[in-house]
């Protein structure tokens, strides 16, 4: 076992885990349904759901894939939704039938579904009924077989299910009309008819998930990701909690939606497997009903990003609440701003630690010590049998103080980018990751992220890639030119702002913003339209968004 700088910080933490611990993320969950039966897996708008229910269901729902439809072991199924009781029995339920999960945000516009359940070869789907009227706009340009709609309540105890049905669909219009043909309804598929489903065998060097992430050189890519890697960043957040986190007793609120890789991993997997309670939040943008949600529980884990955390903060009613049983605040997914960990710290009482990581490994790679040593403004120290590394352009490293891009190597790395041979060979050198972040180390190990060499924007913890974004608007008959980028944004880290050459002198900045509003989900649309007569580009006509950051940084 090698001996790193940073294993000095480790206290009684394991410096190495065993990905081989389970055969399979279905073993783990098997596992933890067996020891902590009665106990409340998963609770969501006042409805709990033990781990013996959850178990019941995701074998119903196995059961069904096996007996009613064409899909075999290794076949993907998209899961399209925000953060309900039924997402964990579909995670679990497709696992158990071998399938590969396809995490897909519920927001995306037709256009961002279809190229997703094209690029992944996605046969079925379980989708929110919000949301079916995107789905019906492309679906017979995709090779989906089997669709399996959930309403908001499907889970919920009558007559609680029909008033919130009645409510989303007549009084608040949430549920548009459509029509998909042959769906099936997720209330069916869950019933209970004393049916075991066929036993499969995975191993761990199984695909789990195809996690989709962005590109600089263009569009989103399935990040492959197996039963091990998963498994293995599992077992990197047991070893980093140590003792503070007691097996069967913790009760976790979970705002980040399930679907982005940092909330799949650490809450959905992770500490379900620690026999944890996560406390499901539908819409965390609403902060007042949030607040009142918190007020009911006495949580004792909080995950989240950034902007979340600064909304809380700026809540009258959240500095009422009783903090004494908060044991860790953990946020990741993007930076944590400083004046916001220092102000959670004197409001809550609870150091707020923040990791660092990418969909690429699983996620986590670094997080500060949970003991009280962690160090605001760093991404803190390599997870165990994980090692990090900085190196110059040329893949040299460089000495301890200096700038370089962060190189991580680990059982929880993906094994590549699907059906992308150049782009995986382009990140991934000799087993390391190429993350594209710039930082420098400590000389006791720990981390500071200092810049980025990819051109992704972060927006509230969502990738942003420019190439994606930049294609939707010159597709515009109006816009002759355009280039994107990142810029500092109070409330979401970044925010996206365009530069564009008009074709037409007629275009304006509306017009151009509900064309992007019908193309683009929430977080990717243009916050900001600069109107140029050109775009600064190198000798051979490529267009420099790194100028057009550096005009950005020196007005600001």
Same mark, same amino acid.
């Given at each position: 076992?090698a001996d790193y700088i940073w294993h000095q910080h480790y206290g009684n933490n394991p410096k190495e885990i065993?990905?081989?611990?389970?055969?399979?993320?279905?073993?783990?969950?098997?596992? !933890?349904?067996?020891?902590?039966?009665?106990?409340?897996?998963?609770?969501?708008?006042?409805?709990?759901? *033990?781990?013996?229910?959850?178990?019941?269901?995701?074998?119903?729902?196995?059961?069904?894939?096996?007996?009613?439809?064409?899909?075999?072991?290794?076949?993907?199924?998209?899961?399209?939704?925000?953060?309900?009781?039924?997402?964990?029995?579909?995670?679990?339920?497709?696992?158990?039938?071998?399938?590969?999960?396809?995490?897909?945000?519920?927001? /995306?516009?037709?256009?961002?579904?279809?190229?997703?359940?094209?690029?992944?070869?996605?046969?079925?789907?379980?989708?929110?009924?919000?949301?079916?009227?995107?789905?019906?706009?492309?679906?017979?340009?995709?090779?989906?077989?089997?669709?399996?709609?959930?309403?908001?309540?499907?889970?919920?105890?009558?007559?609680?299910?029909?008033?919130?049905?009645?409510?989303?669909?007549?009084?608040?219009?949430?549920?548009?009309?459509?029509?998909?043909?042959?769906?099936?309804?997720?209330?069916?598929?869950?019933?209970?008819?004393?049916?075991?489903?066929?036993?499969?065998?995975?191993?761990?060097?199984?695909? +789990?998930?195809?996690?989709?992430?962005?590109?600089?050189?263009?569009?989103?890519?399935?990040?492959?990701?197996?039963?091990?890697?998963?498994?293995?960043?599992?077992?990197?957040?047991?070893?980093?909690?140590?003792?503070?986190?007691?097996?069967?007793?913790?009760?976790?609120?979970? $705002?980040?939606?399930?679907?982005?890789?940092?909330?799949?991993?650490?809450?959905?997997?992770?500490?379900?497997?620690?026999?944890?309670?996560?406390?499901?939040?539908?819409?965390?943008?609403?902060?007042? +009903?949030?607040?009142?949600?918190? !007020?009911?529980?006495?949580?004792?884990?909080?995950?989240?990003?950034?902007?979340?955390?600064?909304?809380?903060?700026?809540?009258?009613?959240?500095?009422?609440?009783?903090?004494?049983?908060?044991?860790?605040?953990?946020?990741?997914?993007?930076?944590?701003?400083?004046?916001?960990?220092?102000?959670?710290?004197?409001?809550?009482?609870?150091?707020?630690?923040?990791?660092?990581?990418?969909?690429?490994?699983?996620?986590?790679?670094?997080?500060?010590?949970?003991?009280?040593?962690?160090?605001?403004?760093?991404?803190?120290?390599?997870?165990?049998?994980?090692?990090?590394?900085?190196?110059?352009?040329?893949?040299?490293?460089?000495?301890?103080?200096?700038?370089?891009?962060?190189?991580?190597?680990?059982?929880?790395?993906?094994?590549?980018?699907?059906?992308?041979?150049?782009?995986?060979?382009?990140?991934?050198?000799?087993?390391?990751?190429?993350?594209?972040?710039?930082?420098?180390?400590?000389?006791?190990?720990?981390?500071?992220?200092?810049?980025?060499?990819?051109?992704?924007?972060?927006?509230?913890?969502?990738?942003? /890639?420019?190439?994606?974004?930049?294609?939707?608007?010159?597709?515009?008959?109006?816009?002759?030119?355009?280039?994107?980028?990142?810029? $500092?944004?109070?409330? !979401?880290?970044?925010?996206?702002?365009?530069?564009?050459?008009?074709?037409d002198p007629s275009l304006t900045e509306d017009e151009l913003k509900a064309y992007c509003h019908e193309e683009?989900?929430?977080?990717?649309?243009?916050?900001?339209?600069?109107?140029?007569?050109?775009? $600064?580009? *190198?000798?051979?006509?490529?267009?420099?968004?790194?100028?057009?950051?550096?005009?950005?940084? +020196? !007005?600001?």
């Amino acid at each position: 076992m090698a001996d790193y700088i940073w294993h000095q910080h480790y206290g009684n933490n394991p410096k190495e885990i065993n990905p081989d611990s389970y055969p399979s993320i279905v073993a783990a969950f098997e596992e !933890s349904c067996e020891k902590f039966g009665d106990k409340v897996a998963f609770e969501n708008m006042g409805v709990p759901m *033990t781990f013996r229910e959850l178990k019941q269901r995701a074998e119903n729902f196995a059961a069904w894939i096996q007996n009613n439809t064409d899909l075999v072991p290794g076949d993907k199924i998209a899961i399209q939704m925000p953060n309900l009781l039924q997402y964990p029995i579909c995670i679990y339920g497709s696992l158990l039938a071998g399938m590969v999960v396809v995490n897909v945000n519920p927001l /995306y516009t037709s256009r961002e579904m279809e190229h997703q359940f094209n690029d992944s070869g996605a046969k079925a789907v379980v989708i929110v009924a919000n949301f079916c009227g995107e789905l019906e706009e492309c679906i017979a340009k995709t090779g989906l077989k089997h669709v399996i709609v959930t309403k908001i309540p499907d889970l919920f105890p009558q007559p609680k299910q029909f008033i919130v049905n009645l409510v989303l669909k007549h009084v608040k219009k949430m549920v548009p009309s459509y029509n998909l043909k042959n769906t099936v309804d997720f209330r069916d598929v869950v019933k209970d008819r004393g049916q075991k489903p066929k036993r499969v065998e995975i191993k761990n060097t199984d695909t +789990a998930f195809l996690q989709y992430t962005g590109g600089t050189t263009g569009v989103s890519k399935g990040a492959v990701l197996t039963h091990r890697n998963v498994i293995a960043n599992m077992e990197q957040m047991r070893g980093l909690m140590g003792d503070l986190i007691k097996e069967g007793e913790e009760i976790i609120i979970t $705002p980040l939606p399930m679907y982005h890789i940092f909330s799949l991993t650490v809450n959905c997997l992770a500490f379900i497997c620690m026999g944890g309670k996560n406390v499901l939040i539908t819409n965390p943008r609403d902060i007042p +009903a949030f607040v009142k949600e918190l !007020s009911k529980h006495k949580w004792t884990v909080l995950t989240g990003v950034n902007t979340l955390f600064n909304g809380l903060l700026n809540n009258e009613d959240f500095k009422k609440l009783d903090f004494s049983s908060l044991k860790l605040t953990i946020g990741g997914a993007m930076a944590i701003q400083k004046a916001v960990a220092e102000k959670w710290n004197a409001v809550t009482g609870n150091l707020l630690v923040e990791g660092y990581g990418l969909t690429e490994s699983s996620p986590v790679a670094s997080a500060n010590p949970i003991d009280g040593r962690a160090r605001i403004g760093t991404i803190g120290i390599p997870v165990a049998s994980t090692n990090m590394k900085l190196c110059d352009e040329e893949g040299n490293e460089v000495p301890v103080g200096e700038r370089g891009e962060i190189n991580i190597k680990g059982p929880q790395v993906m094994q590549g980018y699907y059906n992308r041979p150049d782009e995986t060979a382009n990140v991934i050198k000799d087993g390391w990751l190429r993350t594209g972040d710039v930082a420098v180390m400590s000389e006791d190990g720990f981390f500071t992220i200092v810049d980025r060499i990819k051109d992704m924007i972060l927006v509230s913890g969502f990738n942003v /890639y420019p190439n994606e974004v930049e294609d939707v608007v010159a597709s515009h008959p109006k816009v002759l030119e355009v280039a994107a980028i990142g810029v $500092p944004d109070e409330k !979401s880290n970044e925010a996206v702002k365009i530069f564009v050459v008009k074709k037409d002198p007629s275009l304006t900045e509306d017009e151009l913003k509900a064309y992007c509003h019908e193309e683009l989900t929430g977080y990717k649309r243009p916050k900001h339209i600069e109107f140029r007569d050109d775009l $600064p580009k *190198t000798n051979v006509g490529k267009i420099l968004r790194r100028a057009l950051r550096e005009e950005e940084s +020196a !007005s600001a």
